[in-house]
């Protein structure tokens, strides 16, 4: 397997496990009372928004050369920073 091939799935194993923890905290969600649902869900979308901004970044990783991957790989490493940092300032308010 090729450090392309490893980059992506390792990446895509870490974008299963963001997208099981945003439905973990989706369903917390529901179960607060409407205006805290409603404020929670703006981050939840915000989570969800930078999500697939990483998967739309890995997506380009697929079909990039060896080379040109490792130039892809910093965008890559900084959606999945957003995606972090949205994850973890939602979670955060949601888990209190």
Do not use: C
């Not at 980059?7 to 179960?31: C, G, H, R, V, W």
């Not at 607060?32 to 703006?42: G, P």
């Not at 490493?77 to 994850?87: G, I, T």
């Amino acid at each position: 397997m090729s450090k392309k091939d490893e980059y992506i799935a390792k990446m895509n194993e870490q974008l299963k496990k963001f997208d099981t923890e945003i439905d973990q905290l989706t369903s917390k969600a529901k179960q607060m009372n409407a205006e805290l649902q409603v404020k929670y869900a703006d981050q939840i979308k915000a989570m969800r928004d930078s999500r697939d901004e990483a998967m739309k970044k890995l997506q380009e990783l697929h079909t990039a050369s060896e080379p040109a991957m490792q130039k892809m790989k910093a965008g890559m490493d900084s959606a999945w920073d957003a995606m972090k940092k949205a994850f973890d300032k939602a979670s955060s308010q949601i888990k209190k």
